[in-house]
């Protein structure tokens, strides 16, 4: 758990300008000897009708909260996921998405979540540039996976969208998932996957259909939790970890 400098906050649900600035998405407030949140970090975007916004970041009531003031600790437990599904029909609401939410029930089993976000676009590289972008540096999901426009149709484009923000490539991602896939069928040769680092977060993609997700995930879910400790900052010998 990442624990942070109290912070006073008063009941009328508005916190202090600025207050949540340097929390990611998942980020709880707990009171002073109390384990239950009462907030919880919810999004980093700006909504103007939205409610318990401060300087960008949205609180989400947890629980109820009596008047006065009360001293909240700061707090981070687990890994946030961020999971965009890219089907032009999906999107259009012709197709039920499958493989998203089977890429959550995954990685939650894989590895403790703080938070699970959805995101369904159609196939449009600079929509999926700039929601990733925005996912991995300004709202601080730890894992952000895609599913979906890594073929060879005209409408498939998402590498060629992410790859530009990769910062570090990530190839035993991609090599691991392209054996795994290659022992179910040789048309596995002619997948198109990319993964990397975004500032804090691994970002890669997924196929789009349910049985491709298993087989690929399935092969790298493992090391994620690990590969997340170091990039973002575990200096521990990884042999004791």
Known sequence: MEEHPHILVPHS???PQGALAPFAVGT???AQHESEPLFQVEARRFYASARNMVDGAEAVVLRPVLGGQTTLGIARQGISLAV???SDKGAAGLREDESGPLIASMVAQAMPLCRISHFLLPDDPGALRALVADLALRQGYDLVIT???TGLSPRDSAPEALAPLLERSLPGLTQAMMAASLAKTPRAALSRAVAGTVGASIVFTLPGSKKAVQ????????ALEHGLQKLQGDTRDCGIM
Do not use: D, F, I, W
């Not at 087989?215 to 493992?222: K, P, R, S, T």
């Open 13 to 15: 649900l508005l916190l």
């Open 28 to 30: 709880v407030l707990l």
């Open 84 to 86: 965009v599904t890219l």
């Open 147 to 149: 599913t979906g426009g």
């Open 215 to 222: 087989e690929n995930l399935e092969a790298v879910v493992g």
